[in-house]
């Protein structure tokens, strides 16, 4: 397998991610509770909305996603060097 076409996907992957983790938490933000309804969650009469409970998880996906994101490019890197390197080598002989 190309190690940079495995990066780039992972990248692309990461930064949809990050891009919904983003969009869940302003919803958060817009959908929070206010007044009796906030009352009403503090007492556990009535459920947070969905995109409260959702917003840290989907932050916590963004995260993950990005440290792999991040290792699979400096992977590709490493591989290019290697290669450049390996070449090099075989030129010179």
């Keep these: 397998m190309n190690h ?3 990066a780039s996907r992972v990248e ?3 930064m949809g991610t990050g891009i919904l983790a983003g969009l869940s938490a302003a919803g958060a933000v817009f959908s929070e509770p ?6 009403g969650v503090w007492l556990g009469i009535t459920d947070e909305p969905l995109i ?3 917003a840290p998880i989907l932050a916590s996906l963004a995260t993950a996603s990005g440290t792999i994101s991040g290792f699979t490019y400096f992977l590709a890197q490493w591989k290019k060097r290697q ?4 070449s090099k080598a075989d030129n010179s002989v």
Excluded: F, N, R
């Design 52 to 54: 409260i409970t959702a």
């Design 34 to 39: 206010t007044g009796l309804d906030a009352v």
């Design 4 to 6: 940079e076409i495995i």
């Design 83 to 86: 290669i450049k390197s390996q």
């Design 12 to 14: 692309s992957i990461s």
